[in-house]
């Protein structure tokens, strides 16, 4: 059982990425899935997640407007793509995924970004340059 993250990499500012979080072993229709974060010098923040249904999203406010999390259930695979970014978004990134039944759908959006995960991915870094 495994995730990986993948896509980071060196973007100006104003640039974008897409990255990607695939789920090795297991199917990510049984899972809510968070994107997280962290900077240099930072503790871990939470950047977006969404249901195993897909039917809802959450995003942190600094990335609210430019950052786009979605699934493709077919390749088992979560998104999210970044665009405007800034160099504070420089950080590596982590995706997350948590069994739906540990949480209530109400439960999990009201605290995805401090809510138990079961499964973490490796990061991939993500180099914003001004």
């Known amino acids: 059982v495994q995730l990986q993250a993948s896509g980071g990499g060196l973007a100006q500012s104003g640039g974008s990425l897409t990255l990607s979080c695939a789920a090795l072993g297991f199917s990510l229709d049984d899972y809510h899935i968070g994107w997280f974060r962290q900077a240099p010098g930072k503790e871990r923040e939470g950047v977006s997640c969404i249901s195993r249904s897909s039917g809802r999203s959450s995003y942190a406010d600094a990335v609210k407007g430019r950052f786009t999390i979605s699934k493709d259930s077919a390749k088992n695979t979560v998104y999210l793509q970044m665009s405007s970014l800034k160099p504070e978004d420089t950080a590596v990134y982590y995706c997350?995924?948590?069994?739906?039944?540990?949480?209530?759908?109400?439960?999990?959006?009201?605290?995805?970004?401090?809510?138990?995960?079961?499964?973490w991915g490796l990061g991939t870094l993500v180099t914003v340059s001004s």
């Open positions: 997350a995924a948590v069994r739906f039944r540990r949480y209530s759908i109400s439960d999990y959006y009201t605290r995805c970004f401090t809510n138990g995960y079961d499964y």
